[in-house]
């Protein structure tokens, strides 16, 4: 028995630091549901999260880009509904024009004015489509259709106004492809393509939270186990620091 160099009360207190440092590193864990929370921790691990996290932050990149693209053939398969339904109402008034020994010439002349307003019309959605500054249907880089200018439409006569009718209807079949196409491109491209990018960023975010995140139950279990050990320590390093007490009482008497 020594008092000059209490070694047990030095090894009791060694054991009670690294406890303590180990109920800290659980705190951590718990406060920050993090398993990894500095490279000291896992330095492989955080390695690979952090590659993980950059990969993620690709993917939600993109799946915007694609939402965006999205909304961008959305704004121009509803330009094309309104140019197919000026369309519409062009061909309707070449049909009441084309009525042979029907019509005046007054009549003729009014057709004629109303064919030139929707014409208008036409040409104005047409040229002005656009999302954000992008032009969407000039045919121009970015855009989504190449959609030609609409000729001009005479029916200042029942014979002309068979021959409109006919451009008209081409103009429609034109119209219904580009618009199939572009519901194609939605479908086929980038809805596909936007399901595939969930379902890697969902397996990607599982497997980087396996790796950093931590297990709250397992780390609770292993606080509550770090605590007593402290607790124990510390009643222990009290009974080690009696020891030359006990000593110094045995020279006295």
Known sequence: MRINSNAPYLNSLRNIQHSSD???????????????????DDPAGLAISEEMRSQIASIEQELR???????????ADGS????QNSLRDLRDIAVAAANEGG???????????????????????QTSSSYGT??????SDGSVADIKPLPNINISSAASAEQAIEEID?????????????????????DARRNNLEIELTNLTAAESSIRDVDMAREYAQAISKEMSLKAGLAMLAHQNQVPNLVLDLLNK
């Open 134 to 139: 992008q032009k969407l249907l000039d045919g």
């Open 170 to 190: 081409k103009k429609m079949d034109e119209l219904t492809e580009i618009r199939g196409e572009i519901g194609a491109s939605q479908k086929n491209d980038l």
């Open 80 to 83: 094309i509904d309104s140019l």
């Open 65 to 75: 880009n694609i939402e965006n693209d999205r909304n961008k053939y959305a704004v």
């Open 103 to 125: 019509n005046s010439q007054e009549a003729q002349e009014a057709y004629q004015r109303a064919v030139d307003d929707a014409a208008k019309s036409y040409r104005e959605i």
């Open 22 to 40: 180990e109920l800290k590193k659980s705190a951590e864990k718990l406060a920050s549901g993090r398993r990894i929370n500095r490279a000291s």
